[in-house]
């Protein structure tokens, strides 16, 4: 136990502890706030923010899209979760778990409601028929890797990410505990890939499960910690993710409902596939100064 904090007989909130998060974070559930979600023109209809989780639902759709499932077409909403709006009464309504991605499907009546992003992709592949094999073998190795990712991210995420990132300050303990972990998953992941291309017999909804958070991790798009990591040395892993990253749909995918980084690469909302010629943050704002 540390010197410096013996836990009480009984755990307060305290939000002024709760570092870059404090805002955002808190031990209940329920909305804060009423408010409903927009509605676009498409059956599905999408309330996310292009974090990892939520990547992996637009890459899903823009891969669907690709290989000619046109039922796929979607609206995409930004869900801010920065400001709150996961936390509205209409997304809470979708998720009572207030995290993105959260899905509606309009083309049921009442529309079908699917939140977690795994649940998201496997909804979307058994609606489509795609990217989850029919084989019971395959299909079962498949499963087993997004309920691996799954399990696995939240050390990555909740864990490495947010001591090494986001704490108020350094700590050795959780930092040593949460990269010894993600080395570990790195390890598994590198071991599996050898001699192979997917995570499966094909590509599949378990590499867009996992490629987001791995994936990106070994890009140095996660948290700086590329170097910290020694993500170089797991080869097999770097070259599944550099040729996930060169798919036009996971290009398009990263781009939908992004609220930072480059301005070219952000499309905050997406409601057809015109958008990504039209309507990226670039071209919003140069048009509002009349450029």
Do not use: C
Not at 57 to 65: G, H, K, Q, R
Request: proline letters at 6%; hydrophobic letters at 40%.
């Amino acid at each position: 136990m540390s010197d410096t904090y013996t836990p009480p007989k009984v755990w307060k909130w305290d939000q002024e502890s709760g570092g870059k998060f404090a805002s955002i974070n808190r031990p209940i559930a329920g909305p804060t706030h009423d408010k409903e979600l927009p509605v676009g023109k498409h059956p599905l209809q999408l309330y996310s923010l292009a974090t990892p989780n939520g990547v992996k639902a637009t890459v899903m759709l823009e891969e669907l899209l690709a290989k000619g499932h046109s039922g796929a077409e979607y609206d995409a909403w930004l869900i801010n979760i920065g400001e709150g709006d996961q936390f509205g009464s209409g997304f809470v309504d979708i998720n009572p778990n207030s995290k993105i991605p959260a899905l509606a499907d309009h083309s049921m009546d009442p529309p079908l409601h699917v939140f977690e992003s795994a649940s998201i992709l496997f909804y979307l592949a058994e609606k489509f028929g795609a990217f989850l094999p029919t084989e019971t073998r395959a299909r079962t190795e498949v499963m087993n890797w997004v309920m691996w990712q799954m399990g696995s991210a939240p050390y990555l995420g909740g864990g490495f990410g947010h001591f090494y990132a986001y704490a108020p300050e350094k700590w050795q303990y959780p930092i040593d505990r949460f990269a010894m972990e993600t080395k570990r998953q790195l390890d598994v992941l590198n071991r599996h890939l050898d001699g192979r291309e997917f995570m499966g017999e094909e590509y599949s909804i378990a590499d867009m499960a996992i490629w987001p958070w791995y994936g990106q991790l070994v890009l140095g798009r996660l948290y700086s910690a590329g170097e910290f990591l020694d993500v170089d040395s797991y080869e097999n892993v770097v070259r599944w993710a550099k040729a996930i990253d060169a798919r036009p749909a996971v290009q398009r995918g990263r781009m939908v409902n992004r609220a930072f980084g480059e301005l070219h690469t952000q499309l905050r909302e997406r409601h057809d596939a015109s958008d990504f010629d039209t309507k990226t943050q670039d071209k919003i704002e140069a048009a509002e100064k009349g450029d």
